[in-house]
């Protein structure tokens, strides 16, 4: 079955740096569309950045537009957000998502979630 497992979070001051990771299993990485979402305290989880199968086109919330870069490496079943310039508005549990089916059937899968805090 379909396996999405977050790592990297942690604790960085303002303006420091990032790099989460996301291993993937149970499904054909490469023949997939991934993304990132996060979930800041007391409120719903929001939309990230999204990279399509071979990582032609990416996309950005507009809040992390110019500090975070999504990227993937279909050889090792893995996409990553690289998280530059952190302020403390980007707290939250970060998780990986991948959307499965067709229309009419579609199933969203996450992972468990990585606990990023930008606190000084």
């Known amino acids: 079955q379909v396996q999405l497992v977050e790592s990297g979070g942690g604790l960085v001051q303002p303006g420091g740096s990032l790099r989460l990771s996301c291993a993937a299993s149970?499904?054909?990485?490469?023949?997939?569309?991934m993304s990132w979402y996060r979930q800041r305290p007391g409120k719903e989880r929001e939309f990230v950045a999204y990279i399509t199968t071979t990582g032609g086109t990416t996309n950005y919330a507009d809040p992390v537009k110019g500090r975070f870069t999504i990227s993937r490496d279909n050889a090792k079943n893995t996409v990553y957000l690289q998280m530059n310039s952190l302020k403390p508005e980007d707290t939250a549990v970060y998780y990986c998502n991948v959307r499965r089916g067709v229309i009419g059937n579609r199933r969203d899968y996450w992972g468990q979630g990585t606990q990023v805090t930008v606190s000084s």
């Open positions: 149970g499904f054909t990485f490469g023949s997939y569309a």
